[in-house]
């Protein structure tokens, strides 16, 4: 595995100005494509589609090179290689991911206010997340390392492949997985929540609070797993050279 290509360490040059609009954005992107795979669900499209309708969300997220916090999780692999510090690090996920909730707040209070939702597909937001408020912290943290397994192996995939059709085919995979899986993603989640509170939906806010804290803390681990591999994986490359 080439670990040279993923080159994740480069945006931490970027201007503090910059990284929050670019996690703005990604938060955005992720919110409009969770919006759209909710309404190919509430539709009877099933799994599969509504996976490959989010799946534009990360895709969007890549080719724009935006900054979004699961993806940021493979961080990690230039820090253990010791190319950049732990508080820098830390502090740019804490500045993406500030970012990604403002921009899905946003395209919940823009979404809810332009478009009429029909009775489905608020059934379906509701339903998600009187769900999600109510997940056993277990079953939260499984959840989200799931998925951010998946969706940095959709990353890695995207940034690491040299055939085009290839590098567009993989984020399509894994995050239709990941959908078909019900894991969690918090970003997506940040989305849910904003719709719910914007539209008035009654769930306990003190168990979404609990539960984003549990699938962020998987997501952080999902990728901290295929980031430790990876790294693993190259060192024993490089021995046997």
């Known amino acids: 595995m080439d670990i040279q290509a993923y080159r994740g360490a480069d945006k931490l040059q970027n201007p503090w100005a910059k990284i929050g609009v670019l996690s703005i954005v990604a938060g955005f992107l992720i919110a409009l494509a969770g919006y759209g ?30 900054e979004l916090f699961t993806g940021n999780c493979l961080l990690l692999i230039p820090y253990w290689q010791k190319k950049i510090r732990l508080p820098r690090m830390l502090a740019h996920w804490a500045a993406v991911y500030a970012g990604n909730l403002v921009g899905a707040a946003l395209a919940a209070l823009l979404l809810t206010g332009a478009i009429p939702m029909d009775a489905a597909l608020a059934q379906r937001f509701l339903q998600a997340t009187l769900a999600k408020s109510a997940m056993p912290w277990l079953e939260a943290l499984a959840r989200g390392i799931g ?38 993603h918090v970003v997506a989640n940040f989305f849910y ?6 539209n008035g939906f009654v769930l306990s806010w003190r168990g979404a609070l609990h539960s984003l804290a549990f699938v962020t803390l998987g997501n952080v681990l999902g990728g901290a797993m295929l980031a430790a591999y990876i790294v693993f994986a190259s060192k024993e490359h490089a021995h046997r050279a």
Do not use: D, H
């Not at 995939?157 to 894991?183: D, N, Q, W």
């Not at 929540?193 to 914007?198: G, R």
């Open 147 to 184: 998925c951010n397994l998946l969706v940095c192996l959709g990353v890695l995939g995207f940034t690491m492949a040299k055939e085009e059709m290839t590098r567009y085919f993989l984020p399509i995979l894994f995050v239709s997985l990941f959908i078909i899986c019900s894991f969690e």
């Open 193 to 198: 929540f904003a719709i719910a509170a914007v």
């Open 37 to 66: 795979s909710a309404l190919v669900a509430s539709r009877g499209e099933g799994s599969v589609a509504a996976g490959a309708i989010f799946s534009i969300g990360l895709i969007s997220v890549m080719f724009l090179k935006t």
